[in-house]
């Protein structure tokens, strides 16, 4: 049982480039999420998807671009990448909603890098 | 505002010792409260899960304490090991806040020393 995983683990992009974060998990959760982690402050919500075919944006959502066509995999695009955009990454997943209590396994994150 | 603060940031302890981590927070209404743990460039995991009827939770050497009406939680840590070196996040869970129920904290960065 893999759980969520992440890849790549690090990336290194240039000021307008593009590129996609992969994830994928085996546990046949139907909420899935993505989060930027910054130095000083909280993880904060990307976009989320409570099954395939639905996504919706969180909490700082410009920039970036999501998509659910199965259950397994939600990958995440940045457009046209900003240095705004250095962070973690991670990937979290859970069988229903944290609102009703249930917990997030989270992928081990993509350190980006954008120069 | 929905927000949650730990302390303290930073914390350095012996190996063998016991150490108290603080969470407050102002999220209304309260869904449940969760102790993540998250070691050195892995993602955070959970340890614990508070609801609003629960005072106090265990999980092997961690407890976890909720006081609904002051919006405080603790998480102690008995007798320490140099595995337990990691950062640990207060995360807290609104009943409706629209697309974002979930408020983290900062987090507690605690290192155990030998």
């Known amino acids: 049982n893999a759980g969520v995983t992440q890849t790549p683990k690090f990336q290194v992009l240039k000021t307008g480039q593009s590129m996609t974060l992969q994830c994928a998990q085996d546990?046949?959760?139907?909420?899935m999420s993505w989060y930027r982690q910054d130095p000083g402050m909280g993880l904060r919500l990307i976009h989320y998807s409570v099954g395939a075919g639905i996504t919706d944006q969180g909490e700082v959502p410009n920039g970036y671009n999501v998509s659910r066509s199965t259950t397994e995999d939600f990958p995440l695009r940045l457009l046209s990448a900003a240095p705004s955009q250095t962070s973690v990454y991670f990937c979290?997943?859970?069988?229903?909603?944290?609102?009703?209590?249930?917990?997030?396994?989270f992928g081990s994150g993509t350190r980006l890098t954008v120069v | 505002k929905n927000q949650v603060e730990q302390s303290p940031q930073s914390l350095i302890i012996l190996e063998g010792k016991n150490c108290t981590l603080q969470?407050?927070?102002?999220?209304?209404?309260?869904?449940?409260l969760r102790w993540y743990k998250q070691d050195t460039g892995r993602g955070p995991v959970s340890l614990t899960i508070m609801t609003f009827s629960e005072n106090t939770k265990s999980n092997g050497r961690y407890t976890a304490t909720l006081d609904a009406d002051t919006k405080q939680s603790s998480l102690h840590i008995t007798a320490s090991q140099l595995s337990d070196s990691a950062s640990y996040i207060c995360?807290?869970?609104?009943?409706?806040?629209?697309?974002?129920?979930?408020?983290f904290g900062k987090g507690t960065r605690l290192s155990v020393i030998a």
């Open positions: 546990m046949n959760h139907e909420y």
């Open positions: 969470c407050n927070y102002t999220v209304s209404p309260f869904s449940n």
């Open positions: 979290a997943s859970s069988y229903g909603t944290p609102r009703e209590g249930y917990g997030y396994t």
């Open positions: 995360v807290v869970s609104a009943l409706n806040s629209g697309n974002t129920p979930l408020v």
